[in-house]
């Protein structure tokens, strides 16, 4: 069957640091990946999509990474902030009715 | 503005009692899902809509129906026949077709609490 996999267990680091978040796949092949990050008690929001054919996409603070042979999506964070702590959640997109993963919690301590 | 809305924000539900909860967009988005979000968990997919009319049926369905009348509009309904409705329900919306890439717009969340 078709499933997302996100690191379930929470991702702690100090500010300042690079936060890396990865999102696996299984029995899909998708055309691109989105992420969204999710404060608590909010909707998720859009952040970022990567295409199959694109190795790497850069957004301010925020990279990720899209291996299609590993079937993984990167995403990381530069210079985290207490701010940036939430979850984090991926999603594959073309073809496919948007599903999610559980998504990865980050908190970053100052 | 334009984007997507949900009400009510917070709802008490008596056990036995159907409630409904509603979703309005003004993106002129054609797609529109619903989710439901239970506490340290992912969303799972309840229904989905791509056309005025028509929707089908997501990963846990059972006990949730659903209706598209107007484009704007997907309410979604938690019947008495849903064993454990007490969740986070999230609606969504998105474009389709030509160079769309589909992503999500989501409203802020309905919480619905069983008593």
């Known amino acids: 069957s078709q499933k997302i996999e996100q690191n379930s267990e929470a991702l702690n680091i100090q500010e300042g640091k690079t936060a890396t978040l990865t999102c696996n796949y299984t029995n899909y092949s998708p055309a691109y990946l989105q992420w969204y990050r999710q404060d608590p008690g909010r909707g998720p929001v859009f952040l970022l999509l990567i295409r199959e054919n694109e190795k790497e996409k850069r957004k301010e603070r925020l990279k990720v990474t899209f291996d299609t042979t590993l079937k993984q999506s990167l995403f990381h964070i530069t210079a985290s902030q207490p701010a940036d702590s939430a979850t984090y959640l991926c999603?594959?997109?073309?073809?496919?009715?948007?599903?999610f993963g559980r998504g990865t919690s980050l908190i970053v301590h100052p | 503005d334009g984007g997507i809305t949900q009400s009510p924000k917070y709802l008490f539900r008596k056990e036995g009692q159907n409630v409904t909860l509603s979703c309005e967009q003004n993106?002129?988005?054609?797609?529109m899902y619903w989710y439901r979000q239970d506490p340290g968990q992912g969303l799972r997919l309840i229904y989905y809509s791509q056309i005025v009319n028509d929707f089908q049926k997501g990963d846990i369905a059972e006990g949730y129906s659903v209706s598209r009348e107007k484009k704007e509009s997907f309410p979604l309904t938690v019947t008495s026949a849903q064993k454990n409705p007490t969740a986070f329900y999230l609606c969504a919306s998105s474009m389709m077709g030509g160079s769309s890439t589909g992503e999500l717009f989501f409203g802020e969340g309905s919480r619905l609490t069983v008593l």
């Open positions: 993106l002129n988005h054609d797609a």
């Open positions: 999603a594959p997109g073309g073809s496919y009715i948007p599903t």
